[in-house]
T-cell receptor
Framework: DAGVIQSPRHEVTEMGQEVTLRCKPI?????LFWYRQTMMRGLELLIY????????DSGMPEDRFSAKMPNASFSTLKIQPSEPRDSAVYFC???????????FGDGTRLSIL | QQQVKQSPQSLIVQKGGISIINCAYE??????FPWYQQFPGKGPALLIAIRPDVSEKKEGRFTISFNKSAKQFSLHIMDSQPGDSATYFC?????????FGKGTKLSVKP
């Protein structure tokens, strides 16, 4: 069975550029989550959706970050403009519903120079 | 109230030994407590989880012990193997908002 698919796996770009991270959740899963992982702060929830609707975006660090879920099989996390402190591994996870086990993708390692 | 505190930060265990990782939480509204295992370059993978209506859950070599009154839960890995070497995260949630501990890096020596 296909798990959560994230792309790209690695992204290196210069400060000020727009970055778009993509996620395909597990088919049939209604909830989707975006996390960020850094050495200093660990794993942090950025935003989550239920039935394609954003439920809680209080973890989004700044207005430079935005996330969309146009349909049940696709979500994007966008950073514009990017800054070096945005460098981290970004994970997408999905679950069959809120409160159900979350399954993670293998992440996008983002480096902003 | 939203924090989950995890200890130790790192752990070295001999092959065949027992690995124990502890977590504590504050928010009594949490109703689901999963443990995740993460290998380098991979996403966290759900290992085992418990709800607060039971005090223990066992799956193979992995056991969660849950103490609701103390607001603590722990992961025990019996007969630890070198392949168990990874970073382990406890988490707590209510209705989806997973709050993670800072992680424990486990090394199992042959």
């Amino acid at each position: 069975d296909a798990g959560v698919i994230q792309s790209p796996r690695h992204e290196v770009t210069e400060m000020g550029q727009e970055v778009t991270l993509r996620c395909k959740p597990i088919s049939g899963h209604n909830s989707l989550f975006w996390y960020r992982q850094t050495m200093m702060r660990g794993l942090e929830l950025l935003i989550y959706f239920n039935n394609n609707v954003p439920i809680d975006d209080s973890g989004m660090p700044e207005d430079r970050f935005s996330a969309k879920m146009p349909n049940a099989s696709f979500s994007t996390l966008k950073i514009q403009p990017s800054e070096p402190r945005d460098s981290a591994v970004y994970f997408c996870a999905s679950s069959q519903g809120l409160g159900q086990p979350q399954h993670f993708g293998d992440g996008t390692r983002l480096s902003i120079l | 109230q939203q924090q989950v505190k995890q200890s130790p930060q790192s752990l070295i265990v001999q092959k065949g030994g027992i690995s124990i990782i502890n977590c504590a939480y504050e928010n009594t509204a949490f109703d689901y407590f999963p443990w995740y295992q993460q290998f380098p370059g991979k996403g966290p993978a759900l290992l085992i989880a418990i709800r607060p209506d039971v005090s223990e859950k066992k799956e193979g070599r992995f056991t969660i012990s849950f103490n609701k009154s103390a607001k603590q839960f722990s992961l025990h890995i019996m007969d630890s193997q070198p392949g168990d070497s990874a970073t382990y995260f406890c988490a707590a949630t209510r209705r989806g908002n997973l709050i993670f501990g800072k992680g424990t890096k486990l090394s199992v020596k042959p």
